[in-house]
Protein backbone atom coordinates (compact mmCIF):
# COMPACT_ATOMS: atom_id res chain seq x y z
CA UNK A 1 0.00 0.00 0.00
CA UNK A 2 1.55 3.53 -0.99
CA UNK A 3 2.59 5.91 1.97
CA UNK A 4 -0.08 8.49 -0.03
CA UNK A 5 -3.06 6.26 0.94
CA UNK A 6 -1.98 5.41 4.45
CA UNK A 7 -2.04 9.07 4.45
CA UNK A 8 -5.48 9.18 3.40
CA UNK A 9 -6.49 6.53 5.45
CA UNK A 10 -5.29 8.37 8.35
CA UNK A 11 -6.64 11.43 8.05
CA UNK A 12 -10.12 9.86 7.52
CA UNK A 13 -9.73 7.57 10.54
CA UNK A 14 -7.99 10.57 12.73
CA UNK A 15 -10.99 13.23 11.98
CA UNK A 16 -13.80 10.89 12.19
CA UNK A 17 -12.54 8.36 15.07
CA UNK A 18 -13.01 11.16 17.80
CA UNK A 19 -16.16 12.20 16.10
CA UNK A 20 -19.13 10.47 16.93
CA UNK A 21 -19.43 9.62 12.65
CA UNK A 22 -18.04 5.91 12.99
CA UNK A 23 -14.34 6.10 11.82
CA UNK A 24 -14.80 2.48 10.86
CA UNK A 25 -17.77 3.60 8.05
CA UNK A 26 -15.87 6.00 6.75
CA UNK A 27 -12.31 4.35 6.66
CA UNK A 28 -14.22 1.00 4.78
CA UNK A 29 -15.63 3.70 2.08
CA UNK A 30 -12.36 5.11 1.54
CA UNK A 31 -10.66 1.80 1.12
CA UNK A 32 -13.42 0.92 -1.22
CA UNK A 33 -13.01 3.92 -3.40
CA UNK A 34 -8.98 3.24 -2.94
CA UNK A 35 -9.58 -0.24 -4.24
CA UNK A 36 -8.41 -1.68 -1.76
CA UNK A 37 -10.11 -4.60 0.58
CA UNK A 38 -10.88 -3.65 3.79
CA UNK A 39 -12.30 -7.22 5.25
CA UNK A 40 -8.63 -8.52 4.56
CA UNK A 41 -5.78 -9.43 7.66
CA UNK A 42 -3.48 -6.41 6.80
CA UNK A 43 -6.42 -4.03 5.86
CA UNK A 44 -7.84 -4.80 9.83
CA UNK A 45 -4.99 -4.66 11.04
CA UNK A 46 -3.24 -0.89 9.63
CA UNK A 47 -7.43 0.35 10.74
CA UNK A 48 -6.36 -1.15 14.47
CA UNK A 49 -3.16 0.91 14.13
CA UNK A 50 -4.95 4.25 12.81
CA UNK A 51 -7.19 3.39 15.66
CA UNK A 52 -4.20 3.04 18.22
CA UNK A 53 -3.10 6.39 16.71
CA UNK A 54 -6.25 8.16 17.82
CA UNK A 55 -5.80 6.43 21.52
CA UNK A 56 -2.88 8.27 22.19
CA UNK A 57 -4.64 11.62 20.29
CA UNK A 58 -6.95 10.83 23.55
CA UNK A 59 -5.02 10.05 26.29
CA UNK A 60 -3.01 13.24 25.51
CA UNK A 61 -6.32 15.81 24.73
CA UNK A 62 -7.83 14.80 27.89
CA UNK A 63 -4.78 13.23 30.51
CA UNK A 64 -6.05 17.07 32.45
CA UNK A 65 -9.40 16.11 32.68
CA UNK A 66 -8.97 12.60 33.73
CA UNK A 67 -6.03 13.49 35.93
CA UNK A 68 -8.52 15.54 37.79
CA UNK A 69 -11.77 13.45 37.90
CA UNK A 70 -10.28 10.49 38.25
CA UNK A 71 -6.80 10.60 40.13
CA UNK A 72 -7.30 13.36 42.28
CA UNK A 73 -7.29 11.16 45.17
CA UNK A 74 -7.61 7.28 46.15
CA UNK A 75 -11.41 7.32 46.48
CA UNK A 76 -11.37 8.66 43.04
CA UNK A 77 -9.72 6.46 40.91
CA UNK A 78 -11.53 3.71 42.83
CA UNK A 79 -14.75 4.96 41.79
CA UNK A 80 -13.55 5.78 38.49
CA UNK A 81 -12.18 1.57 38.27
CA UNK A 82 -14.93 0.43 39.37
CA UNK A 83 -17.37 1.86 36.87
CA UNK A 84 -14.05 1.11 34.03
CA UNK A 85 -14.22 -2.44 35.10
CA UNK A 86 -18.16 -2.92 35.30
CA UNK A 87 -18.74 -1.02 31.81
CA UNK A 88 -15.80 -3.14 29.99
CA UNK A 89 -17.00 -6.58 31.64
CA UNK A 90 -20.86 -5.62 29.97
CA UNK A 91 -18.79 -4.95 26.75
CA UNK A 92 -17.32 -7.95 26.43
CA UNK A 93 -20.02 -10.06 27.73
CA UNK A 94 -22.41 -8.26 24.86
CA UNK A 95 -20.12 -7.63 22.41
CA UNK A 96 -17.87 -10.92 21.96
CA UNK A 97 -20.87 -13.24 21.83
CA UNK A 98 -22.48 -11.41 19.63
CA UNK A 99 -19.37 -11.22 17.17
CA UNK A 100 -19.64 -14.78 16.92
CA UNK A 101 -23.53 -15.12 16.35
CA UNK A 102 -23.19 -12.75 13.67
CA UNK A 103 -20.63 -14.54 12.00
CA UNK A 104 -22.31 -17.90 12.39
CA UNK A 105 -25.91 -16.21 10.88
CA UNK A 106 -24.09 -14.93 8.04
CA UNK A 107 -22.03 -17.47 7.11
CA UNK A 108 -23.64 -20.44 8.36
CA UNK A 109 -21.07 -23.29 6.24
CA UNK A 110 -18.00 -21.33 7.03
CA UNK A 111 -16.75 -22.38 10.26
CA UNK A 112 -13.86 -20.46 10.47
CA UNK A 113 -15.67 -17.32 9.65
CA UNK A 114 -15.13 -14.20 11.36
CA UNK A 115 -16.94 -11.25 11.83
CA UNK A 116 -14.21 -9.09 9.95
CA UNK A 117 -15.49 -10.90 6.88
CA UNK A 118 -18.32 -8.66 7.19
CA UNK A 119 -16.84 -4.86 7.21
CA UNK A 120 -16.38 -4.87 3.02
CA UNK A 121 -20.50 -4.52 2.90
CA UNK A 122 -21.53 -1.28 2.81
CA UNK A 123 -24.87 -2.29 2.76
CA UNK A 124 -24.36 -3.18 6.16
CA UNK A 125 -22.35 0.16 7.01
CA UNK A 126 -24.97 2.11 5.98
CA UNK A 127 -27.59 0.06 8.18
CA UNK A 128 -25.49 0.81 11.15
CA UNK A 129 -25.11 4.35 10.52
CA UNK A 130 -28.85 5.17 9.90
CA UNK A 131 -28.91 3.20 13.88
CA UNK A 132 -26.68 5.15 15.34
CA UNK A 133 -27.21 8.37 13.75
CA UNK A 134 -31.24 7.94 15.23
CA UNK A 135 -29.57 7.58 18.44
CA UNK A 136 -27.44 10.19 18.38
CA UNK A 137 -30.47 12.63 16.99
CA UNK A 138 -32.29 11.53 19.76
CA UNK A 139 -30.00 12.16 22.83
CA UNK A 140 -29.11 15.15 20.93
CA UNK A 141 -32.72 16.68 20.75
CA UNK A 142 -34.03 15.36 23.81
CA UNK A 143 -30.99 17.19 25.88
CA UNK A 144 -31.89 20.74 23.98
CA UNK A 145 -35.95 19.93 25.03
CA UNK A 146 -35.17 19.38 28.71
CA UNK A 147 -32.32 21.10 29.93
CA UNK A 148 -33.68 21.26 33.13
CA UNK A 149 -34.26 18.02 34.03
CA UNK A 150 -30.93 17.43 32.71
CA UNK A 151 -29.22 19.48 34.72
CA UNK A 152 -31.62 18.06 37.71
CA UNK A 153 -30.06 14.84 37.20
CA UNK A 154 -26.40 15.76 36.46
CA UNK A 155 -26.67 17.39 40.43
CA UNK A 156 -28.41 14.63 42.00
CA UNK A 157 -25.75 12.33 39.87
CA UNK A 158 -23.10 14.90 41.50
CA UNK A 159 -23.75 13.93 45.17
CA UNK A 160 -23.64 10.19 44.24
CA UNK A 161 -20.45 9.86 42.32
CA UNK A 162 -18.48 12.66 41.99
CA UNK A 163 -16.58 13.65 38.72
CA UNK A 164 -18.11 9.88 37.58
CA UNK A 165 -20.77 8.85 36.10
CA UNK A 166 -23.03 6.68 38.03
CA UNK A 167 -22.43 3.26 38.09
CA UNK A 168 -26.08 2.49 36.38
CA UNK A 169 -24.61 5.24 33.54
CA UNK A 170 -21.38 3.15 32.90
CA UNK A 171 -23.54 0.08 32.87
CA UNK A 172 -25.48 1.53 29.55
CA UNK A 173 -22.55 3.06 28.10
CA UNK A 174 -20.75 -0.21 28.66
CA UNK A 175 -23.49 -2.56 27.15
CA UNK A 176 -24.53 -0.40 24.12
CA UNK A 177 -20.50 -0.43 23.56
CA UNK A 178 -20.80 -4.30 23.10
CA UNK A 179 -23.36 -3.89 21.20
CA UNK A 180 -20.75 -1.41 18.63
CA UNK A 181 -18.42 -3.61 18.15
CA UNK A 182 -19.46 -6.09 15.73
CA UNK A 183 -20.86 -3.01 13.02
CA UNK A 184 -18.91 -0.92 10.69
CA UNK A 185 -21.13 2.22 11.16
CA UNK A 186 -22.21 2.39 14.34
CA UNK A 187 -20.05 5.08 16.05
CA UNK A 188 -18.77 3.49 19.28
CA UNK A 189 -18.12 7.10 20.66
CA UNK A 190 -21.71 8.40 19.16
CA UNK A 191 -23.66 5.66 20.59
CA UNK A 192 -22.04 5.78 24.23
CA UNK A 193 -21.73 9.64 24.66
CA UNK A 194 -25.26 9.37 23.70
CA UNK A 195 -26.12 6.28 25.62
CA UNK A 196 -24.86 8.71 28.59
CA UNK A 197 -26.89 11.85 27.74
CA UNK A 198 -29.96 9.68 27.48
CA UNK A 199 -28.91 8.51 31.01
CA UNK A 200 -28.94 11.57 32.83
CA UNK A 201 -25.16 12.01 32.48
CA UNK A 202 -23.56 15.76 32.01
CA UNK A 203 -21.94 15.97 28.55
CA UNK A 204 -18.57 16.40 29.97
CA UNK A 205 -18.34 13.25 32.09
CA UNK A 206 -20.30 11.43 29.20
CA UNK A 207 -17.74 12.73 27.27
CA UNK A 208 -15.17 11.95 29.48
CA UNK A 209 -16.09 8.30 30.05
CA UNK A 210 -16.80 7.24 26.84
CA UNK A 211 -13.36 7.69 25.37
CA UNK A 212 -11.57 6.60 28.74
CA UNK A 213 -13.54 3.33 27.66
CA UNK A 214 -11.58 3.43 24.35
CA UNK A 215 -8.40 3.84 25.55
CA UNK A 216 -9.32 0.50 27.83
CA UNK A 217 -10.91 -1.58 25.08
CA UNK A 218 -8.02 -0.12 22.11
CA UNK A 219 -5.23 -2.43 23.24
CA UNK A 220 -6.79 -5.52 23.28
CA UNK A 221 -8.37 -4.89 19.86
CA UNK A 222 -5.23 -4.69 18.95
CA UNK A 223 -3.63 -8.01 20.10
CA UNK A 224 -6.41 -9.86 18.38
CA UNK A 225 -5.63 -8.21 14.75
CA UNK A 226 -2.30 -8.63 15.11
CA UNK A 227 -2.82 -12.66 15.89
CA UNK A 228 -5.21 -12.24 13.17
CA UNK A 229 -2.48 -11.15 10.73
CA UNK A 230 -0.05 -13.96 12.06
CA UNK A 231 -2.33 -16.50 11.59
CA UNK A 232 -3.75 -15.74 8.36
CA UNK A 233 0.18 -14.84 7.14
CA UNK A 234 1.40 -18.65 8.44
CA UNK A 235 -2.19 -20.58 6.27
CA UNK A 236 -0.94 -18.15 3.24
CA UNK A 237 2.96 -19.73 3.74
CA UNK A 238 1.28 -23.02 3.73
CA UNK A 239 -1.03 -22.26 0.59
CA UNK A 240 2.40 -21.04 -1.10
CA UNK A 241 1.15 -17.61 -0.99
CA UNK A 242 2.91 -14.56 1.14
CA UNK A 243 1.69 -11.60 3.41
CA UNK A 244 4.48 -9.05 3.48
CA UNK A 245 3.96 -8.59 7.58
CA UNK A 246 6.84 -5.98 7.11
CA UNK A 247 5.10 -3.93 4.86
CA UNK A 248 1.62 -4.14 6.97
CA UNK A 249 3.36 -3.12 10.05
CA UNK A 250 5.61 -0.25 8.83
CA UNK A 251 1.94 1.50 7.30
CA UNK A 252 -0.04 0.18 9.96
CA UNK A 253 2.45 2.29 12.25
CA UNK A 254 2.70 5.24 9.52
CA UNK A 255 -0.99 5.05 9.59
CA UNK A 256 -0.81 5.69 13.43
CA UNK A 257 1.74 8.64 13.68
CA UNK A 258 -0.42 10.69 10.88
CA UNK A 259 -4.11 9.35 12.62
CA UNK A 260 -2.69 10.98 16.22
CA UNK A 261 -2.21 14.44 14.64
CA UNK A 262 -5.52 13.92 12.63
CA UNK A 263 -7.16 13.00 16.41
CA UNK A 264 -6.11 15.98 17.97
CA UNK A 265 -7.65 17.99 15.19
CA UNK A 266 -11.21 15.99 15.77
CA UNK A 267 -11.30 16.28 19.26
CA UNK A 268 -11.34 19.86 19.66
CA UNK A 269 -14.27 20.16 17.12
CA UNK A 270 -15.96 17.65 19.26
CA UNK A 271 -16.01 19.49 22.78
CA UNK A 272 -16.63 22.54 21.10
CA UNK A 273 -19.74 21.05 19.59
CA UNK A 274 -20.77 19.02 22.73
CA UNK A 275 -20.06 22.65 24.94
CA UNK A 276 -22.53 24.51 22.42
CA UNK A 277 -25.50 21.80 22.33
CA UNK A 278 -25.33 20.61 18.76
CA UNK A 279 -24.53 17.03 19.68
CA UNK A 280 -27.92 16.34 17.39
CA UNK A 281 -26.02 17.66 14.09
CA UNK A 282 -23.84 14.77 14.24
CA UNK A 283 -27.05 12.87 13.97
CA UNK A 284 -28.00 14.13 11.56
CA UNK A 285 -24.98 13.54 9.25
CA UNK A 286 -24.82 9.68 9.91
CA UNK A 287 -28.41 9.98 8.60
CA UNK A 288 -26.95 11.77 5.52
CA UNK A 289 -23.92 9.64 5.05
CA UNK A 290 -25.79 6.83 5.55
CA UNK A 291 -27.60 7.17 2.67
CA UNK A 292 -24.20 8.47 0.71
CA UNK A 293 -23.44 4.82 1.34
CA UNK A 294 -26.40 3.10 0.28
CA UNK A 295 -26.09 4.71 -3.02
CA UNK A 296 -22.42 3.50 -3.58
CA UNK A 297 -23.21 0.06 -2.85
CA UNK A 298 -25.89 0.24 -5.01
CA UNK A 299 -23.87 1.45 -8.09
CA UNK A 300 -21.07 -1.27 -7.07
CA UNK A 301 -18.67 -0.98 -4.15
Not at 142 to 152: I, P, Q
Not at 156 to 171: E, I, K, P, Y
Not at 228 to 245: D, F
Amino acid sequence: MSLLKVLILAIVQGLAELLPVSSSAHVVVAEKLLGLDPSSPEMTLVLVMLHTGTMFAVIFYFWSQWKRAYFSSGDAFRRFAIRAIWATVLTAVIGYPLQKIIAKLAFPNAPKAQIEDLFGRLDLVAYALFAVGLLILWAGMKEREAKAVATNAYDRSVARSGDNVTFAQAGWMGAVQGLSLPFRGFSRSGSTISTGLLTGANRERAERFSFALAVILTPAVVGRETLRLLKASHEAAAAGVSINLHASLVASLLGMVFSFFAGLAALRWLSSWLENGRWYLFGVYCLMASCAVFYLHHIGY
